[in-house]
């Protein structure tokens, strides 16, 4: 990372740094997405470094690596990848204590569509539903996963799409004083969690 970052990074003292070692409680993960990835060289020029190129990686174009979401052209669904993850983390990173701490399918907001089809979120109840059962199957693997956070509990004002997109398990109706309605994933999140229904 120093030399992929160079003087962008903080500098820390000896002291520091054998004071931060180590002392972090857990490492927060958010995944939504997984996609195929190809090598960046490093670039000579200074002016192009920055946050979105310090991973020398970009996007390859050509086969998704799985369905793509409704609503983002950034989402593949791919649950194997949080799977994948977990099993690198674990691997490379000496199997920290980890939390999901973001995990989900967002769909267009359109408020001309009935409630009652609005909160039909078939495919988000699937998305959960994969996505938990290979947690599930990194847990088995020995991952140090200690808990998972849907994204999001309700429909909110997102940071990129404003109130076009919605990810919640709770419908928030934005014309009619923010009522919230349960969508079928919040359903099926009260039956999984209550343990009538397996990942």
Known sequence: ???????????????????????????????????????????????????????QAGVRNGVPIGPQGVAASWIYIYPRGLQELLRYMKTKYNNPVIYITENGLNERSNSSIPLKVALKDNLRV?????????????????????????WSFMDNFEWSSGFTTRFGLYYVDYSDGLKRYPKNSARWFQHFL????DP
């Open 194 to 197: 209550t343990g009538s229904n």
């Open 1 to 55: 990372m120093k030399e992929l970052v160079g003087n962008r990074l903080p500098k820390f003292t000896k002291k520091q740094s054998d004071m931060i070692n180590g002392s972090y409680d857990f490492v927060g993960l958010n995944y939504y997405t997984t996609h195929y990835a190809f090598d960046v060289p490093p670039s000579n020029n200074s002016a192009s470094k920055s946050f979105t190129t310090d991973s």
């Open 126 to 150: 699937s998305y959960h539903r994969k996505h938990l059962l290979y947690l599930q199957r990194a847990i088995r693997d020995g991952v140090d996963v200690r808990g998972y956070f849907a």
